[in-house]
């Protein structure tokens, strides 16, 4: 990958069916296997409650930094095929899945389309984001213009899962 192509981007992973450390791994997995994705580091993973209907599992989250040298808009389908070969099926808002893939940050570009926001329109008010993020990029500033591990700090907590 040419550096000078690549931009700094940050997914969110999320799952909260059957196996959810296995689902978050193999993400990881194919992932490294895009041409165009380099994976620089990923968080720890945390659990935390569902948001929106709470009539589900918790969920399992985690954070990956990677450079790319594709653009937003194909990075969206790479990350939304990943999600279709491992069965994710979108059924109600906020519901259970077997994996979410999220593109939190894309360097400094801003998008606003129906199938596209960056910087992710949830992303400053979910400890379930913002703590893994702190971890892996304390000092990164986020689009409120604090430092990620600012932001984390201030809300509530999210349980690291020991594995």
């Known amino acids: 990958m040419n550096a000078k192509e690549a931009v700094t981007c940050y997914l969110g992973l999320g799952s ?5 450390r296995a689902n978050l791994d193999e993400v990881v997995q194919r992932l490294a296997q895009i041409p165009t994705l380099e994976i620089v580091r990923t968080s ?18 985690q954070v990956v930094q990677a450079e790319v040298s594709c653009s937003g808009r194909r990075l969206l389908k790479l990350v ?20 979410d893939i999220d593109i939190l ?11 596209l ?17 702190a971890e892996i990029a304390p000092d990164l500033v986020l689009p409120d213009g604090r430092r990620a591990a600012e932001a984390a700090a201030a809300g509530a907590r999210v349980r690291r899962v020991e594995l």
Do not use: C
């Not at 720890?44 to 989250?61: H, L």
């Not at 994710?88 to 808002?93: A, G, K, Q």
């Not at 949830?122 to 913002?130: E, K, T």
């Open 105 to 115: 940050l894309y360097g400094d570009e801003t998008v606003d389309k129906p199938d």
């Open 80 to 99: 939304q095929g990943i999600e279709q070969d491992m069965g994710r099926v979108r059924t109600r808002r906020w519901g259970e899945r077997i994996i």
């Open 117 to 133: 926001q960056i910087p992710h329109p949830q992303m400053l008010a979910r400890q379930f984001v913002l703590v893994p993020l």
């Open 16 to 20: 909260n069916i059957g196996d959810r």
């Open 44 to 61: 720890s993973i945390y659990e935390t409650a569902p948001v929106g209907p709470q009539d589900q599992s918790d969920f399992f989250n």
